[in-house]
């Protein structure tokens, strides 16, 4: 019997549905209905609606997901209107989802606390995104990623109603937990896998290390929200912990000749515990000199920005150190504003990519935007990667969170044969990864552009606990399908 429609606001036509049907991915995926929820009731009236007329559901907020996790065949509940900052206590807040990044450290900047692992588009983008997707960024190698700073979530599931894990949980799912914990830890094969990757940063798939970290059911359903994509329950707040904002930070900008001599010295300089290891290529590297920001050598095409918020001193001279020959010049910045000056550069690089992509007939694509590798094997991998697209002849733009070994891969793609081009270079991308032991989802989690990947980089007896984890949550799979479990092609409702 199908329900009556949800109290809330609800827009069914034809150009809200078209504005939802893209995030900011290249994706495509046209929604039957758009609903504002304002109150938890409402989300549960939404769950209860849907499953009545069988219609699945995609959470989302600000949109600037890269893997199509934010688009749906059915019900979009957006979240953007759930925005505020709901209590706060000390270095602990609770906040709603659609509550944005930097208004986020807006609001604490005066408390002495901020969200530590800063977002490339913090500007937008909203903490129920970042926790979604298990996301990470810019000083996440020193920080981690967003799932260090949550404590506690409150979602509303299509199976439990509504759950607040800093309250415990209910029976079923507590025995469910507990007994998913069971079989994970006593299968060697999956644990054997899990132990390999554990300091490989990465949002591919769900949170498993919580079955090993936590004892408590309520601490691991909490860390399992992170990286779920909404395929597990609808959050309605989070309760992080924030870290003291750093009394000074220190940068370094260091300039060489090429990606692969850069790469060279990254897996030293993080053993000297930065805040901050990025890398940009030849085109980030351009555009810097073209800023006048510092002097950059001629013969320059990569650059690496290093930043140290505590123990700056020592930092700064092992950094020096370790660069050595391998640098042509390097520069220590410890004004704030030229700090924030190159950061603005490297904001405009992303900006400069989109203005290129606007119409032109030959685009950066993000098909193999992600890629992560543990440190150790940055270098390799970087030679790797940069001998394929020069075999392929295939300009590119590499950028990223080198420091652990997270690099946004760009290939300039041309519409003639852009399918064909997708599937033979990310193919051959992708094996790279997985010779190193990588991830093809470091940071923007799992979504169309990866799912079908799933089993290839877990193999069958981790896929298969996250099986169990799903069918606990979601049995009916009414929660953002086709993001994690899928075998649809990479290039199925892409468009050019």
Known sequence: MHLPKPKCEIREDGPTLERYSTDM???HVKPMMIVTPRTEQDILEIIEYARSIGAPITARAAGSNLSGNAIGRGIIVLFNGMDRLLSENDSRVWVE????????NEIMKDKGFFLPYHVSSSKYCSVGGNVATRASGLR???????DTSVRNIRFASPVFGMVDTSKGLPEALAKGIIGIKERLLSDKDAMEVLRSKEHLKT???????????????AEIVAHLMVGSVGTLGLMTGIELELRPIPAKRVMLVAFFDSLPTASRVVASISLLHPSLLEVMDAFGTDMLRSSSAVPVPDDASATLMIEFDSDW????AGALK????????SRVLQDPKEQETIWGLRWKMLLEIKRRNETAEKRYLSFV??????????HPFVIELESIFIEEGVPVIIYGHIGEGNLHVRPLIGKEHWKEDLHRIGDRCFKAVFRYNGTVAAEHGAGRNRAALMKEEWGEAVYGHFLAVKMLFDPENILNPDVIFSDADITEGLDF
Not at 97 to 104: C, M, T, W
Not at 140 to 146: C, D, N, P
Not at 203 to 217: A, E, H, I, R, V
């Open 369 to 378: 935007d992600d890629l992560g590798v543990p440190v150790e094997n940055i």
């Open 313 to 316: 001193k020592e930092g700064e």
């Open 322 to 329: 370790v660069l050595g020959d391998h640098a042509l010049s």
């Open 203 to 217: 949002s591919m798939g769900y949170n498993l290390w919580s079955f090993n970290k936590y004892d408590d059911p």
């Open 25 to 27: 991915s290249r994706y």
């Open 97 to 104: 989802p659609g509550l944005v990044y930097d208004r986020l």
């Open 140 to 146: 996440s190698i020193k920080y981690g990623t967003v």
